[in-house]
């Protein structure tokens, strides 16, 4: 069965720092691997797609790597901005007979104080 | 263009009721998947639908049912609702089964 751990569950950083979210997977026979945002209360909004032959991707400020090996997938973030106050949510897809489902961990609140 | 888009956004009921949540994909996406999650959790996965056929089912008890119209929306319903079932209900749409998910903002379901 394939579990997805986040570290750590919250972080509490100043405007400008560089910080390094960290997502664990059980099962390295993934698909993709996505980050998500999600601000109280909303959706998901799609932060970086990874690819299984892929090992990482950018965005802006957002770099985002993947070790099928040895089951992690870390985010960086840039100089840290109030704005990136939200959680963020890592998803593996499960790919089977059954269709794909994503596989969520609980998320990492970050907090971005000014 | 147009995301995802899920109605109602918020929604009350009482134990026992019914309801149906609503969804509409990106415009050319074919397949759309329906989450739970709770507060504090990382989303669960309950269903995923592709050209109007169900592919997938997470765990979750046969109260919990779902289509997709030819039109590619689809709906979810919940029978004999339980105070458990209150979480935010989230709608995701992509191209193809294992392609990058787009989700919607999510419907609020609180059941008293």
């Known amino acids: 069965k394939q579990e997805v751990t986040q570290i750590p569950a919250a972080l509490s950083v100043p405007e400008g720092e560089n910080l390094v979210l960290n997502c664990s997977f059980t099962?390295?026979?993934?698909?993709?691997l996505q980050w998500f945002r999600q601000d109280p209360g909303k959706g998901l909004t799609s932060l970086l797609l990874?690819?299984?032959?892929?090992r990482e991707q950018t965005s802006g400020r957002l770099n985002a790597s993947l070790d099928k090996s040895s089951g992690r997938s870390t985010l960086y973030i840039a100089a840290s901005q109030p704005g990136d106050s939200a959680t963020y949510l890592c998803?593996?897809?499960?790919?089977?007979?059954?269709?794909?489902?994503?596989?969520f961990g609980k998320g990492t609140t970050l907090s971005v104080s000014s | 263009d147009a995301g995802v888009t899920q109605s109602p956004t918020h929604l009350i009921k009482t134990r026992g009721q019914h309801v149906t949540l609503r969804c509409s994909p990106i415009?050319?996406?074919?397949?759309v998947s329906w989450y739970q999650q709770v507060l504090g959790q990382g989303p669960q996965f309950i269903f995923q639908?592709?050209?109007?056929?169900?592919?997938g089912r997470g765990n979750f008890p046969d109260r919990f049912s779902a289509r997709q119209f030819p039109n590619y929306s689809s709906e979810l319903n919940v029978n004999a609702l339980l105070l458990g079932d209150s979480a935010l209900y989230l709608c995701?749409?992509?191209?193809?089964?294992?392609?990058?998910?787009?989700f919607g903002q999510g419907t609020r379901l609180t059941v008293v």
């Open positions: 995701a749409s992509s191209w193809g089964t294992n392609t990058e998910a787009f």
């Open positions: 099962d390295s026979a993934i698909y993709n």
């Open positions: 990874i690819q299984s032959s892929q």
């Open positions: 998803a593996v897809y499960r790919d089977g007979q059954a269709g794909t489902a994503l596989i």
């Open positions: 415009s050319g996406h074919k397949s």
């Open positions: 639908y592709y050209e109007k056929e169900e592919r």
